[in-house]
């Protein structure tokens, strides 16, 4: 295993999640790819995201929408869906 991580979405060497930040595929994938300093991007791109569009995380439509736009963030078009 190298030692060397390079996130796929800004292509620098960088440090990886040390968990998978979601559940299931995606998250693993997440993992796998997206450096620390991209995720916390998201992290706080998608509290205005959720106020932007007015969001309930609680409603699974809305959920889904989340994930699209995080997946577009993360450049991740080709990940699972579940
Ligand atoms: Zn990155």
């Not at 999640?17 to 790819?33: D, F, N, R, V």
């Not at 997206?34 to 916390?40: L, P, S, T």
């Amino acid at each position: 295993m190298s030692s060397e991580f390079i996130c796929s979405r800004c292509s620098k060497s960088s440090e990886p999640l040390t968990s998978p930040p979601l559940g299931g595929a995606l998250g693993m994938q997440i993992q796998q790819q997206i450096c620390q300093a991209c995720w916390a991007e998201w992290v706080q791109q998608q509290v205005l995201f959720i106020n932007h569009y007015a969001l309930q995380p609680a409603d699974p439509e809305d959920r889904k929408k989340l994930r699209e736009a995080m997946k577009d963030f993360l450049g991740l078009t080709a990940a699972p869906n579940s």
